[in-house]
């Protein structure tokens, strides 16, 4: 009989409170194989293997269906996929991993507070510059969904894959979209989070995979797991 | 498209053939500007919204390069490698692919490759014959392959300005309601907060700071700005500069004390939006809409009739042309007449071709200043289908 596979962050904080989560429900995992393998099993839950899978790939896994189910932050399966809704299903929240995206702009821009506000400079800014204002973020999907739906679109992305916070002050963009969790970093970098800039609220879950081969005996395996979660 | 029998290569090649020699008989230069274009001018003239439809990718070099997704672009950059002055008459025509990432998935009246047959016309001032003339080239040429019942649907961002002006509108809210009219949201809601609270937005602002900024004196109050953000300790960072901020913020306060647009004046945009129907009537509908409105759209209510006339002189039937004053929103670069021609048959989101005057592109692509473009492309595979759908 085939098994659900489950993809669980691979290393980091993620990890670490994927498997306390799992210890509270009763459920202790196991690596298989030799000791720094990635594969594993849960003790108990014989139906379910687990596959260690750095916290970005579990999205495209997803995605593409090569595992059942996975834990990973709701911004990174909404990033790498448009069509969240029908490719995959959010299963449960699971109260850790917290992070806000958001659209933060230098401080000093005092007559800047919303998108409207954005959309008011953008012109100017490219008449003053020769070009439209930049956003620097690793969300780009999620950047120009958000920005679509305000009906605003005067601006170039440019994609940063690191220390996205300090690259208005470098000059290298105007504004940014990225993550947070207390705002700490954002107000160090002299930016503040726009009035209505809060493209998601983000926390790890439990996700399905629409688009994976399911059996009925793996959807009995996925209720498991999901009582004994749930039971926490 | 992307799967092709050689038979339909060969009836694209033929048609496009019978086009390119209209093209060229009209005095049109054909040129075959580069699939491969920078990046940057597309993205830069057309904004973040259609990058999400373009192929950019990085070289090995590094430098970011697209997929061009049109050919009106390439075709202005091979005219400014030419003339130093841009302000050089000319006239180009061109066939060839453009590529566009759909993201409903592509199909047969969406394909992510294309092939355009267009025409463009750069610097020559006759205005209204030149856009008369362009469009009625466009449709000789699709009736040179056959197809005869198109109709032609037209707009002209040229009367919305003209009627903003009649409005008596400040020069800054003329300016937000032209940049909001490509998205019917935000005009709606721009036109109401100038009709109820224009000064809604200043209240989100630092009293303390207002206070202290000098209309009509941007130095006195860049100062002010800067030792307001200095006692509250924020730093200035980033390339956008304290004059540009404050000139956003004088502008704020000149909202604050303004009195609301009058509802009539409200009314009367909003009823000029609603103007749509047949070409030949709806400058009367719009001039009966002005009366006794001073200083009325006079010049460009004579240019959209001098430029029916010139189309009837060219042999066009203006029955078969509609007016609608909302077209053009949907269009990013345009700036006076837009165009559309579509054939019965063919979804309505599936203009057989389309154009019009786009004067801020070229500068965008790179000019000194702005230059009279008019121009126009069709979609050759749905020219094709529809011409075929309609003998078979």
């Not at chain 2, 029916?308 to 039937?317: I, K, Q, S, T």
Request: charged share 20%.
């Amino acid at each position: 009989m085939s098994k659900l596979t489950l993809a669980i962050p691979s290393k980091g904080r993620l990890m670490e409170q994927t498997t306390d989560m799992f210890a509270r429900a009763g459920l202790s995992l196991r690596k298989t194989g030799h000791a720094r393998g990635y594969r594993g099993e849960i003790e108990g839950l014989p139906d379910i293997e687990i596959a260690y899978v750095s916290s970005s790939e579990i999205a495209a896994a997803l995605k593409s269906g090569s595992v059942h189910c996975g834990i990973t932050g709701e911004d990174l399966v909404r990033e790498s996929m448009s069509d969240a809704a029908t490719r995959v299903t959010f299963l449960k929240r699971l109260g850790f991993g917290f992070a806000d995206v958001v659209v933060a702009v230098p401080a000093c821009w005092i007559d800047v507070a919303t998108v409207a506000d954005l959309e008011d400079i953008a012109v100017p800014f490219r008449r003053a510059h020769g070009r439209w204002p930049r956003v620097a973020t690793k969300y780009m999907n999620l950047t120009r969904a958000f920005f679509a739906e305000k009906g605003f679109g005067d601006y170039r992305i440019v994609e940063s894959l690191g220390a996205t916070e300090g690259t208005p002050a470098a000059g290298a963009a105007e504004l940014i979209v990225d993550i947070t969790t207390t705002g700490e970093t954002l107000r160090a970098n002299g930016l503040k989070i726009l009035d209505d800039g809060v493209i998601l609220k983000s926390e790890a879950n439990l996700v399905a995979s629409n688009v994976a081969a399911w059996s009925p005996w793996l959807r009995n395996a996925q209720n498991t797991l999901l009582v004994k979660l749930n039971a926490i | 498209m992307t799967a092709e029998t050689a038979l339909k290569f060969a009836a694209l090649e033929a048609q496009a053939q019978t086009l390119m020699s209209v093209f060229t008989k009209a005095g049109h230069e054909a040129v075959a500007p580069a699939v491969i274009q920078p990046a940057d001018v597309f993205l830069d003239v057309i904004g973040e919204s259609l990058r999400a439809r373009t192929y950019v990718f990085t070289d090995p070099d590094g430098a970011e390069l697209c997929l061009r997704p049109d050919l009106t672009v390439p075709v202005c950059r091979i005219h400014l490698a030419r003339h130093a002055n841009p302000e050089t008459q000319a006239k180009y025509c061109y066939n060839g692919s453009a590529f566009r990432f759909q993201p409903q998935g592509a199909d047969a009246a969406h394909p992510r490759e294309f092939r355009q047959a267009g025409i463009e016309r750069f610097a020559d001032s006759a205005r209204e014959a030149a856009e008369a003339e362009t469009a009625a080239l466009i449709l000789k040429a699709v009736e040179s392959v056959g197809l005869k019942n198109w109709t032609l649907h037209i707009g002209d961002l040229g009367l919305f300005r003209a009627v903003l002006d009649a409005a008596k509108l400040p020069q800054r809210w003329q300016k937000n309601l032209g940049e909001a009219f490509l998205r019917p949201g935000a005009f709606k809601t721009e036109l109401k907060r100038l009709t109820t609270e224009p000064g809604a937005r200043s209240r989100a602002l630092p009293e303390d700071l207002l206070r202290d900024l000098v209309p009509g004196d941007a130095e006195a109050s860049e100062a002010a700005l800067l030792a307001y953000l200095d006692s509250n300790g924020i730093e200035l960072i980033g390339n956008r500069t304290a004059a540009e901020m404050v000139a956003h913020l004088l502008d704020a306060l000149k909202d604050r004390d303004a009195k609301p647009l009058d509802a009539s004046a409200a009314a009367m945009i909003e009823s000029y939006l609603a103007v749509s129907g047949p070409a030949a009537t709806a400058g009367t509908r719009i001039a009966n809409l002005l009366t006794g409105v001073k200083g009325g759209p006079g010049a460009a209510l004579d240019a959209y009739d001098r430029r029916l006339a010139l189309l009837a002189n060219a042999g066009v039937d203006l029955n078969r042309i509609t007016f609608s004053a909302e077209f053009g929103r949907s269009l990013a670069y345009y700036t006076g007449l837009v165009f559309e021609v579509s054939a019965p048959g063919m979804p309505p989101d599936s203009p057989i071709a389309g154009g019009g005057r786009y004067d801020g592109l070229m500068r965008s692509a790179g000019a000194s200043r702005d230059v009279a473009a008019v121009g126009a492309a069709i979609h050759t595979e749905r020219l094709l289908s529809a011409v075929t759908g309609a003998r078979s």
